[in-house]
């Protein structure tokens, strides 16, 4: 299987491409999405070991949205039933690519208690927001960047797996391998990726929300606050059509490929 480098300028445009497959079909992507919220939501509510099962099931569900995004970028119908794609194809690899997903999120949150003696783990875990105290302490902000430093390896490794292994055959071992790497090779493109998702899901949307709370004095706070949910709605979708994106570029093919070992 070949990988290959792709410009900075190509990661910047995977955001706008993921918008594109959003708008051939919006319906069919929010059907996904609330779809996909309900049942995880389901999951995550079980008893003891919730949280762990909706963890698992993350590698197949993302290729089903994988899925969703190819059939939108060729024009096709989105249906419910392209969700649990991923469980059509090589589940079995993707279960355990859940399984070590899982255990890997279990290690990471783990480690954050050597930091702030659990609260960041404890709300993680349970929901239960810690008191103001605990928020404002250094040991909790080194939490959190403990958590995002340890969660990076974690993102490369999945950005591209859960696909490399129902689409192109692979391994779990082998998938994991070529996705951290294809991630590292590439990361001029996800850094421009990042920086446009950034400006685009945060930045431009707290600088027009706070416009409006400004020049309406406060009047229109409680109007803003119910833009946050329909602007969440369409993001998502964009999101994950934009991963398509980065995968299309990366492993769709070119005269120069360059070959993981």
């Known amino acids: ?8 300028g190509r990661g910047a445009r995977w955001l706008g491409e993921g918008w594109q497959m959003f ?21 995550s509510i079980l008893p003891v070991v919730g949280l762990a099962a909706a963890s698992v099931l993350v590698p197949p569900f993302s290729v089903g949205f994988m899925a969703a995004a190819r059939a939108a970028a060729n024009g096709g119908p989105l249906t419910l039933s392209i969700l649990f794609a991923g469980f059509r194809e090589r589940v079995v690899p993707q279960i355990a690519l859940g399984f070590i997903y899982a255990g890997l999120l279990a290690l990471l949150i783990s480690a954050t208690a050597l930091a702030d003696e659990g609260a960041l783990a404890s709300w993680l875990v349970t929901g239960r927001r810690p008191g103001d105290e605990a928020l ?13 430093a340890l969660y990076l390896p974690v993102t490369m490794m999945y950005w591209f797996a859960p696909v490399l292994v129902a689409w192109n055959g692979f391994g779990v071992a082998k998938g994991l391998f070529y996705s951290f790497f294809a991630c590292l090779m590439n990361w001029r493109a996800f850094v421009a990726y990042a920086a446009v998702t950034a400006v685009v899901t945060v930045v431009l949307p707290f600088v027009v929300l706070s416009a ?11 109007s803003i606050t119910s833009l946050v949910f329909p602007l969440l709605i369409i993001l998502l979708p964009t999101l994950f059509a934009s991963f398509y994106a980065s995968y299309r570029d990366v492993f769709g093919g070119d005269p120069q490929p360059l070959v993981l070992h």
């Open 1 to 8: 299987m070949n990988a290959r480098i792709v410009s900075y």
């Open 23 to 43: 708008r051939a079909a919006p319906l069919g992507w929010l059907a996904l999405i609330f779809a996909y919220w309900i049942l995880m939501t389901l999951v």
């Open 136 to 148: 404002a302490s250094e040991g909790f902000s080194t939490a959190l960047m403990m958590a995002a």
């Open 212 to 222: 409006l709370l400004l020049f309406s004095s406060g009047a229109m706070r409680a």
